[in-house]
């Protein structure tokens, strides 16, 4: 079985300040892992994803992950924040076998001015 | 750009009727999968179609059902609505069932009242 589990359902920080999010998956099979962004009222966007090679992934608007095996964490950083991202940010995790993603509860990130 | 539509983008039901929602996938994708999110959850993985033919089913009730049409859009059909149901349904489509490649719609608001 698969799960995901996001670290603060609310994250503050200010304009121009370091964002990370966090993420702890569980799978006993070579997860693929993916950030999703979703601004009100609308879908969910794909940020980034890692599937095999390079553990550390890049995304769109400047977000980077890193898949950690041996922490099983897959945490979302992004160096500078901008006002514009704000919005719900949502961890998942599937497999090569499998039919579904599981997501996690999702971390609405604010940013202050 | 995703090229996954929805329809429609707000529905109001009352509960014990039924409703059907549609999405249309992006061009050249075969499977589609229907999600369900509460209100300030995570997207539940509610079941999958490939190549019109059901590939896989999330812990819903059978009064949550599916269809994939040769084009490849699809339709969700939920029966004797319950309060519970209101939610964002979100319809993503693939190439193929793996979910690397997975591109969400903008959603359905579903209001049952």
């Known amino acids: 079985a698969q799960s995901v589990t996001q670290l603060g359902s609310h994250v503050s920080v200010s304009e121009g300040a370091l964002v990370l999010l966090r993420c702890n998956y569980s799978?006993?099979?070579?997860?693929?892992l993916f950030w999703y962004v979703q601004y009100p009222n609308q879908g969910l966007q794909l940020l980034l994803k890692?599937?095999?090679?390079?553990?550390l992934v890049k995304g769109i608007n400047g977000f980077e992950a890193e898949f950690k095996k041996s922490e099983t964490s897959f945490h979302l950083t992004k160096p500078s924040a901008h006002m514009s991202d704000a919005a719900e940010y949502f961890c998942?995790?599937?497999?090569?076998?499998?039919?579904?993603?599981?997501f996690g509860k999702g971390t609405r990130l604010h940013i202050l001015p | 750009e995703t090229g996954v539509t929805q329809s429609p983008t707000h529905l109001i039901k009352t509960r014990g009727q039924q409703v059907t929602l549609r999405c249309s996938s992006q061009?050249?994708?075969?499977?589609v999968s229907w999600y369900q999110q509460a209100l300030g959850q995570g997207p539940q993985f509610i079941f999958q179609?490939?190549?019109?033919?059901?590939?896989g089913r999330g812990n819903f009730p059978p009064r949550f059902s599916g269809l994939q049409f040769p084009n490849y859009s699809s339709e969700l059909n939920v029966n004797a609505l319950e309060l519970d149901d209101s939610a964002l349904y979100l319809c993503?489509?693939?190439?193929?069932?793996?979910?690397?490649?997975?591109?969400f719609g903008q959603g359905t608001r579903l209001t049952v009242v």
């Open positions: 061009s050249g994708h075969n499977t």
């Open positions: 890692y599937t095999t090679g390079a553990t």
């Open positions: 998942a995790v599937t497999s090569n076998r499998d039919d579904k993603i599981i």
């Open positions: 993503a489509s693939s190439f193929v069932a793996g979910n690397t490649e997975a591109f």
């Open positions: 179609y490939y190549r019109e033919e059901e590939n």
């Open positions: 799978s006993s099979v070579p997860p693929y």
